[in-house]
């Protein structure tokens, strides 16, 4: 049941189905193509693996991603590559709705995000942390904060219009890159997942952005998508204490959301799920 307050009740309680034919269903959502595949692709496949329906949504088309294309040559080789990272992660890709550093929390991709919640009824949402060293990413997450909010809101339009459902969803944020702040400052993630067993398939799904390979080595200085994603998964394995390759995660406050104490990533992954003790 949910613990939102009155202004935030949707119409009549309708929980997902009991004839649900999957465990769950989870939505990613990431500002640019390959944000996913970095920070929370692991841990989809996993799901994936345990039956979960899993959908795939950029808001940004990667249109400002390189520097040897013009946008639109650019947006158009990106999509084909984001298909595909999705098709290798099991996953039913959604089309994204702007243009790169064209992402701001605003009433027309709100509604957007909000049509897809709605269509989707995703239980659980993977997306970028609240506060992120790139604004794209951090307005990707308010805006499917605030989508996943108006879930159960039948006065908030969504676009295309979709039905409202009163049911829990549950919002988990990634942690940044290097677990670095905007600011420096170290984030210190709620929960792991043992990526591991996935760790290929993650960066298979990655291999597919074929373009930002060079775009990356020149731009920020990376060595290669692989190399990075095995970092970065050794590093937040390091901190679990527990996992030798992890994705981080913090889960959002429940209110407005869900009950208060679910933690459906933990019921579904079991052995693959760590809590940060400290
Ligand atoms: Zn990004």
Known sequence: MRSSGASCQGGAPKQRGTANPVPGIVLAVGAHPDDIEFGMAGTLLLLRGGGWEVHYLNLGNGCCGGQKHGPEELSRIRLGEAKRAAKALGARFHPPFCNDLEIFYELRLLRRVAAVIREIRPNIIL??????????????????????????????????????????????????????????????????????????????????????????ETSQGMDSLRARVEANARLIGSVSGRFEFAEGWRRHLHHGFSAADIDPLREALGMDYSSNET
């Open 127 to 216: 997306t970028h942390p609240p506060v992120d060293y790139m604004e794209d990413h951090t307005n990707t997450c308010r805006l499917v904060v605030s989508a996943a909010f108006a879930h159960a809101m039948p006065n908030f339009r969504s676009v295309p219009s979709r039905p409202t459902a009163d049911y829990d969803i549950t919002i988990y944020h990634c942690v940044p890159h290097t677990l670095l702040d905007p600011l420096r400052r170290p984030v210190e993630p709620e929960c792991f997942v043992n990526v591991a067993a996935v760790l290929d398939g993650k960066c298979a799904a990655l291999a597919e952005h074929r373009s930002q390979q060079a775009w990356l």
